[in-house]
């Protein structure tokens, strides 16, 4: 069974090897050809193959589906209340994080549930097509394990974040952070493994310092899971060193950077993880994207959706901020938000429309992807396939009429 999209008015398959040479490998009035699922052929409008169906793209953009390789998905409640302090002038500490711990915990699965698919229905419509999700804000061994096995009915990149922060407790029964870090790269690990692919762990001042942290990657690795990290986030910190020296498949916030920091990102495998969604909830300074796009690193965006550092699902709208505030082209946007970010979940499989992709497919209602960051705020993204098929979880959430 083949099906031909043809009439589309610009293609960007991420394929240096396609159309116009540039790293989008951009096609005008393209076609695209998909068979079991995945890409079979791109082209001109003009020389298309026989195919079993067509859809006509009317001239709209088609662009890979993008990849947001960092959210926190899992929780229960709101942090409206800490955003509007933090509009008034209160800083960012993280300590929000164990008020989304309790509304966590005391939620039925049905309700995580139910959270999870509302965001993740949101994302889908936005054009998001891979999504990594983590646990972290449940922080003991069953509600680590519940977290997990809930994001993993709706993808299966599962980070485990035990290591988000230490829990709540006082007196003799309270935790400090290194029994807990124990309690993380022991019995919470063991019962996590099973559902997770990745291990990350907050490296931060306030969280978990350098020591802990790669005390929590290394028991991960060991245990068979991929590390990822966050680094650098509310202070320069060795979370981009340690990222580099354990080969984390990416350092997620970077936001900041010491020039050897942007250094050893350049020279290693590591994506540095861009997540502008939490500098403008957060109102706080932009990473340097210019220095580490400069110095030759992999850059990807995420949303790092959450309910407290960025409660935003929308990766056009990361992209627009990435393009506004860190002085990245729209192209280098487009790219880090679907191929960068197929980068720091280690696939190769998407993040674009090369011949044999997963045919993961955004049309967005625009004459070229330009408009992702000219047209902010603007719903452009009309129709989602994912692995061939439009996407029957946006046909079911669509409201009837
Ligand atoms: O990536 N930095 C740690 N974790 C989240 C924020 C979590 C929260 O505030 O609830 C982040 O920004
Ligand atoms: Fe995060």
Not at 152 to 177: I, Q
Not at 248 to 258: E, G, K, P, W
Not at 370 to 393: C, D, N, Q
Request: include cysteine.
């Amino acid at each position: 069974m083949s099906l031909l999209i043809e009439h589309i008015g610009e293609l960007v398959t991420n394929d240096p090897t396609r159309g116009d040479g540039s790293p989008l490998g951009l096609i005008r009035d393209a076609a695209l050809v998909i068979e079991d699922g995945h890409v079979a052929w791109v082209g001109s409008t003009t020389s298309v193959p026989a195919a079993d169906e067509r859809i006509d793209a009317g001239g709209r953009t088609a662009i890979p589906g993008f990849v947001d390789s960092h959210s926190h998905l899992v929780f229960a409640g709101d942090r409206a209340a800490e955003f509007a302090a933090r509009m008034a002038g209160a800083p960012y500490t993280g300590g929000g994080i164990r008020t989304t711990v309790a509304a966590t915990r005391a939620a039925s699965d049905t309700k995580l549930r139910t959270n999870v698919a509302r965001l993740h229905r949101e994302a889908l419509s936005q054009g998001t097509t891979t999504i990594e999700i983590k646990s972290g804000y449940g922080l003991t061994v069953d509600d680590e394990v519940r977290s997990l096995r809930i994001a993993g009915e709706f993808t299966s990149e599962t980070t485990f974040l035990g290591a988000h922060t230490v829990p709540a407790g006082s007196g003799a029964d309270g935790w400090n952070a290194d029994r807990y870090t124990e309690l993380v790269c022991g019995e919470m690990l063991a019962a996590a493994r099973p559902y997770a692919r990745w291990i990350d762990v907050f490296c931060e001042r306030g969280a978990f310092d350098e020591a802990q942290s790669r005390a929590v990657l290394t028991a991960g690795i060991k245990a068979g899971l991929l590390p990822r990290i966050h680094a650098n986030q509310l202070t320069a910190g060795a979370g981009v060193q340690l990222a580099v020296e354990l080969d984390c498949a990416s350092a997620d916030h970077c936001t900041h950077l010491s020039p050897a920091d942007v250094e050893a990102l350049a020279g290693s495998a590591t994506v540095a993880t861009l997540l502008p969604g939490a500098e403008f909830s957060t109102r706080s300074p932009y990473p340097d994207a210019r220095a580490l796009l400069d110095a030759g690193a992999t850059v990807a965006l995420a949303t790092d959706c959450n309910p407290g550092s960025s409660y935003t699902s929308s990766m056009p709208f990361c992209l627009a901020l990435a393009v506004r505030e860190m002085t990245m082209t729209p192209a280098e946007a487009l790219s880090s938000a679907t191929a960068g970010g197929a980068r720091a979940l280690r696939r190769t499989d998407v993040g674009h429309l090369g011949i044999g992709a997963r045919a993961d497919i955004a049309l967005l209602d625009a004459p070229s992807y330009l408009h992702l960051a000219y047209r902010p705020g603007v719903k452009l993204v009309s129709t989602v396939f994912v692995g061939g098929l439009l996407s029957k979880e946006l046909l079911d959430g669509e409201p009837s009429s």
